[in-house]
Nanobody, 121 residues
Framework: VQLVVSGGGSVQAGGSLRLSCVVF????????MGWVRQTPGKEREGVAA???????KYADSVKGRFTISQDNAKNTLYLQMNSLKPEDTAMYYC????????????????WGQGTQVTVTS
């Protein structure tokens, strides 16, 4: 199982970025998937999650601005981030788990490498 993340970078407040997570070794459509972020000194925060029936959920802080989606044919998970704010600055991780409960708990067994997102004011 491997998750390869790309798409981070530096952007001004109000800008947009799209993160991608290509998965290898498992069928994306059969796994709970999520994006989690972490800032030094703070606890890890679940940002967006999608489950096998395509139902999604978001942290309150990103609702209406971020969209999680997946392309099963490409085995790729996305996070479209619009109207970015300086407080969105963090390392973003893609995560996966075959257990449906992961959608509820943000607890995942498989993680990609992080990608840094920096939003400047």
């Amino acid at each position: 199982v491997q998750l390869v993340v790309s798409g981070g970078g530096s952007v001004q407040a109000g800008g947009s970025l799209r993160l991608s997570c290509v998965v290898f070794g498992f069928d994306l459509s059969r796994y709970s998937m999520g994006w989690v972020r972490q800032t030094p000194g703070k606890e890890r925060e679940g940002v967006a999650a999608i489950r096998v029936d395509d139902f999604t959920k978001y942290a309150d802080s990103v609702k209406g601005r971020f969209t999680i989606s997946q392309d099963n044919a490409k085995n790729t998970l996305y996070l479209q981030m619009n109207s970015l704010k300086p407080e969105d600055t963090a390392m973003y991780y893609c995560a996966a788990d075959p257990r449906p409960g992961s959608w509820y708990t943000w607890q995942y067994n498989y993680w990609g490498q992080g990608t840094q997102v920096t939003v400047t004011s």
